[in-house]
């Protein structure tokens, strides 16, 4: 029998991992974006167990654990005092819990993008979606697409499906780029498996996370990232990028094998976040997936995680539910608790390292820090991390028992 048609706006992460589970259950999937030919681009993140757990049902595990840094510790000091006031170890988890995998964004991308294509996912470039309306996309030329059973909204933060009012961005963003994984005696004042930080109260954070190769027989890498506020950014762009280089030497002098890559102000871009969580990923017939449903600053890397986690809970939905309205609702069932509470941890977490509040700095050094090492804190702070906390990969196998 012939699978339904599903037509899937955006070819980012949470687009092409359900174009890659749905066409490898036997639906015909198209999948829609603005760029012409969807291409690798952008730094790195953290892929933790559960998405990779994602991954591993996609077929696609093994290729990206090849590729990747695996992540064991999250670790920040703080300036001047060179006190560790952030210190996650995936090891306080137990045994066979997994740790975390630094990836290269282009990595990921070109990854899933194989896994849909593989699947027999059709993807279409140039279509730049304006709306959404009885089964159908609506192109920005008037065009639209061909009648589907379902349409399924991955059009990320600013998704033109999810919301008539774009959301307001945080004060805070940053500058993002890769750079190689130093050599020799440079290499071995890194941790290659940790993601390390390094703070002046919550105003200024930077941090080198390793993120292995783009592709097999890359160099390695690691992306590294400034933060730095909006209203700051065209001040930073009339800066000499010397200035800013000592500036950030300042901050992290062992650092210098990384920061001395930068030579052009162009090898870094600046990323604007927002945080914003639609009640229901459910709307007018359209399920919303991704960062059009939830997005959050990068702060606790989960957003990545959480979109693969939606692809899966909507594949399997769909899997189980013969009708599409059922299977809907299983999926926003398996997802919503896990979202919200994420949500209100990203919301709460962001400020101790990306604001203008030294009371907030305080906290983080004298209260948050201290406690954080007291039993139980590691092991509920690793399971933080790891996007463990409410089971989310039960609320999905438990789609199947209705
Ligand atoms: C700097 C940075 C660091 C991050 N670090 C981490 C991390 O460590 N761990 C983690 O888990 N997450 C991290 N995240 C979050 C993660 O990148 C996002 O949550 C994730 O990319 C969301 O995936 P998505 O598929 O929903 O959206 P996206 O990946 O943004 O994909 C959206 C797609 O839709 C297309 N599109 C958008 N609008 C239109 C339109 N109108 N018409 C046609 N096409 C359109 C875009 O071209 C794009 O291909 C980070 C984010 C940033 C910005």
Not at 44 to 53: E, F, R, S, T
Not at 131 to 145: E, V
Not at 360 to 384: F, G, T
Request: charged share 20%; with cysteine.
């Amino acid at each position: 029998m012939p699978g339904r048609s599903i037509a899937i706006a955006g070819c980012g992460i949470a687009g092409l991992a359900a174009a890659a589970l749905l066409a490898r259950a036997g639906e015909r999937v198209t999948v829609f974006d603005r760029v012409e030919a969807p291409q690798p681009i952008g730094s790195g993140l953290i892929l933790q167990p559960v998405g990779l757990a994602v991954l591993d049902a996609i077929g696609m595990g093994a290729r990206i654990r090849a590729l990747g840094a695996p992540i064991r510790r999250l670790y920040g000091r703080t300036k001047p005092s060179n006190r560790i006031v952030l210190d996650v170890r995936y090891r306080a988890l137990g045994g066979g819990a997994g740790e975390g995998l630094g990836v290269h964004r282009g990595a990921l991308f070109e990854v899933l993008h194989d896994a849909a294509r593989e699947a027999g996912a059709e993807t279409i470039g140039g279509k730049e979606i304006r709306g959404a309306g009885g089964g159908r996309l609506i192109f920005a030329d008037g065009s639209q697409s061909a009648k589907s059973d379902l349409v399924i909204d991955a059009l990320g933060v600013r998704s033109s499906l999810s919301r008539k009012q774009p959301l307001p961005l945080l004060p805070f963003g940053a500058l993002w780029c890769n750079l190689d994984w130093p050599q020799g005696e440079a290499a071995a004042i890194f941790d290659a498996n940790a993601l390390e930080q390094r703070y002046e109260a919550a105003r200024k954070m930077v941090g080198i996370l390793p993120v292995g190769s783009v592709r097999t027989g890359a160099p390695r890498q690691a992306a590294f990232f400034w933060s730095l506020k909006h209203a700051e950014l065209d001040a930073w762009r009339a800066t000499p990028l010397e200035a800013w280089k000592d500036d950030v030497r300042k901050l992290w002098p062992q650092a210098a094998s990384f920061i001395d890559q930068i030579v052009d102000r162009e090898q870094l871009i600046f990323a604007a976040y927002s945080h914003g969580t639609r009640s229901s990923p459910l709307s007018g017939g359209l399920a919303h997936i991704g960062d059009s449903w939830h997005s959050a600053s990068p702060q606790l890397g989960q957003g990545a995680n959480m979109a693969l986690l939606d692809a899966l809970a909507l594949a399997r939905s769909l899997a189980v539910h013969p009708a599409i309205p059922d299977a809907l609702e299983a999926y926003s069932r398996a997802r919503v608790g896990h979202i919200r509470l994420y949500q209100l941890a990203s919301w709460m977490f962001t400020p101790a390292y990306q604001s203008d509040s030294a009371a907030i700095a305080w906290v983080r050094d004298w209260l948050m820090a201290p406690v954080s090492r007291v039993w139980p804190a590691p092991k509920i702070l690793a399971a933080l991390v790891a996007a463990s906390i409410a089971a989310p990969l039960a609320a999905i196998e438990a789609i199947a028992d209705g």
